[in-house]
């Protein structure tokens, strides 16, 4: 049975952070530095989801994939692309699923949820920002038709790390379910 996935409520902030601290736990050793992951907090992403939620909005997507139980197991959020980028007006700021949930079409289902809501508030196209590093989630935003369109340097617990943008200048295709 496929997981159910719907708009994100306050109430989630709380499993949201669990799939923030638990997915970074997972998906970032050897990239992230390991104290900065070992300190990550429940309480601290839970606040900070509370408040994302809050002020969420139409043009501010938020959705949750849950499972069977009603346990949230994965997240995604966008809205309008926030760096001024001249040729991608949406953007897919965070995409998260518990490792034992990913392979399961939620990921594919929560990005599309997102690119179907940033179309029917008049974007056309869609950017989002990935560690290098993370070849998983690389391979994840091509197969998904994400073409590699910009890079950058951030820093992440000290260390400075590269980030790929993948972008797709035309959401129509991705905010449409696949058959």
């Known amino acids: 049975m496929p997981m159910l996935i719907r708009p994100a409520r306050i109430s989630d902030a709380e499993g949201i952070a669990r799939v923030h601290v638990d997915s970074w736990r997972t998906a970032y050793p050897g990239i992230v530095p390991d104290d900065y992951l070992a300190n990550m907090s429940y309480e601290q992403r839970s606040g900070v989801w509370e408040s994302i939620l809050s002020e969420a909005d139409e043009t501010n997507p938020n959705y949750v994939a849950v499972d069977d139980n009603g346990v949230v ?92 943008g993948y972008g797709w200048p035309d959401i129509g295709p991705l905010s449409e379910p696949p058959d």
């Open 73 to 164: 197991v994965g997240f995604a959020g966008g809205g309008p692309e926030r760096s001024g980028d001249p040729d991608l007006d949406g953007e897919l700021y965070v995409l998260h699923l518990l490792e034992d949930s990913q392979r399961r079409g939620a990921g594919r289902r929560l990005v599309t949820s997102v690119a179907s809501d940033l179309a029917r508030n008049g974007m056309v196209s869609m950017f989002v920002w990935v560690l290098e590093q993370n070849r998983p989630a690389c391979h994840f935003y091509e197969a998904l038709g994400g073409l590699p369109v910009r890079k950058q340097e951030i820093s992440i617990g000290g260390v400075t790390l590269a980030e790929v």
